[in-house]
T-cell receptor
Framework: QQQVKQSPQSLIVQKGGISIINCAYE??????FPWYQQFPGKGPALLIA?????SEKKEGRFTISFNKSAKQFSLHIMDSQPGDSATYFC????????????FGQGTRLTINP | NAGVTQTPKFQVLKTGQSMTLQCAQD?????MSWYRQDPGMGLRLIHY???????DQGEVPNGYNVSRSTTEDFPLRLLSAAPSQTSVYFC????????????FGNGTRLTVT
């Protein structure tokens, strides 16, 4: 049972465009929603994260939008660059206790120059 | 600062063989965990540890053993490898603080024939 569902599986965006990746979760106890970025041959690295007490968080060109009632959150990459080409994973966790992230299936993003 | 170091980078096993995937971190992190990454499945938690001498099961623990005798090391043991364990394995560590990011190693690609 996939507790966090991510779409699309792959995405191609032109340089300068907006990349949007969506995630939906089932467990209403989740209260921490990070996004991880993974380059080929490397482990994932934290990109940006949000708690459900805010609806949006922005860090540079990266924005998380969060809709608690719909149990959905999304990553927006503004002015997408070829260097953003990577696999992106959304995840969810319950903040109390050990970190046991539940990951989405991943999105392979390609930014065409 | 090496961060999280995983060895080996690649391994091929025959069905029924055993092996240990090594993981070491030099950040004095309390939490350590093992994930496996499979296409279309994201990353799934195998086992985790909140400190030396304390381990617990994650989402997919069957066929794997762990121990944590020191803060730095968290090896993953496959006692009798099966083709279903063909995957990329990632070790991660984090501080105990809430919202602390997971720091991943660069993975071990395991093939079981």
């Amino acid at each position: 049972q996939q507790q966090v569902k991510q779409s699309p599986q792959s995405l191609i965006v032109q340089k300068g465009g907006i990349s949007i990746i969506n995630c939906a979760y089932e467990n209403t106890a989740f209260d921490y929603f990070p996004w991880y970025q993974q380059f080929p041959g490397k482990g994932p690295a934290l990109l940006i994260a949000i708690r459900p007490d805010v609806s949006e968080k922005k860090e540079g060109r990266f924005t998380i939008s969060f809709n608690k009632s719909a149990k959905q959150f999304s990553l927006h990459i503004m002015d997408s660059q070829p260097g953003d080409s990577a696999t992106y994973f959304c995840a969810a966790d319950i903040i109390q206790g050990a970190q046991k992230l539940v990951f989405g299936q991943g999105t392979r993003l390609t930014i065409n120059p | 600062n090496a961060g999280v170091t995983q060895t080996p980078k690649f391994q091929v096993l025959k069905t029924g063989q055993s092996m240990t995937l090594q993981c070491a971190q030099d950040m004095n992190h309390e939490y350590m965990s093992w994930y496996r990454q499979d296409p279309g499945m994201g990353l799934r938690l195998i086992h985790y540890s909140v400190g030396a001498g304390i381990t617990d099961q994650g989402e997919v623990p069957n066929g794997y053993n762990v121990s944590r005798s020191t803060t730095e090391d968290f090896p993953l043991r496959l006692l009798s490898a099966a083709p279903s364990q063909t995957s990329v394995y990632f070790c991660a560590s984090s501080r105990r603080d809430s919202n602390s990011p997971l720091h991943f190693g660069n993975g071990t690609r395991l093939t079981v024939t």
